[in-house]
């Protein structure tokens, strides 16, 4: 069976970190409808991703051409245009989960597929949690709402590759727990 390539479908590589993971429950945000978010931080190490990302928006944009040509008379250029993929350097210098690093917000308004590394399905919510590692399969589109134009990033599925460093300075209750010790519980 040959698998048929859409080049608008992106899958990650291992070692980008997912950050804001709404991914069990549909949230809000400015009240707007409410969807599964995550977002992507991809190391500018893994440059097979961020190019992989890089042509999916062209292929966007050359595939929704006549959508953001809209009522206009042209389409606007490429680089005029708002795309996903920023750089983490640029845009949150303050966050060291962001250094050297380029990020993508990635949403849906369907649950995403969260599978672990045998391709499993994990149900247990704090397996899946801000600072995991794992891929990510996104698919970019062209979009023109309300005076917008530009290109946004669809979450299809998620795949937990290995822990990490919670970000956001909250612990996980099996790390605060895991150790035997009393600590003169009782005294």
Known sequence: MSKI??????ITGVNTRWSYANVWDAKSINGGTPKY???LI?????TVTVNKIKAAIT????????KLKGNGKTVPALSVLKTPLRDGDL???D??????????????AT?????DADRQPIFERSEVYSGVYGRASIN???FNSNGNKGIACGLNNLQKIRDGEPLGGKSRAEDDFATDDEDDFLN
Do not use: C, H, M, W
């Not at 292929?59 to 006549?66: D, F, L, M, T, V």
């Open 5 to 10: 390539s859409n080049p608008t479908k992106v």
């Open 37 to 39: 978010s995550v977002s």
């Open 42 to 46: 991809i190391p500018k190490s893994d």
């Open 59 to 66: 292929a966007a944009y050359e595939e929704g051409q006549s």
């Open 91 to 93: 845009e949150r210098p």
């Open 95 to 108: 966050d060291p989960a962001y250094a050297d690093a380029y990020f993508i917000n990635a949403n849906s």
């Open 111 to 115: 649950a995403p597929g969260i599978v």
């Open 140 to 142: 970019l589109y062209a």
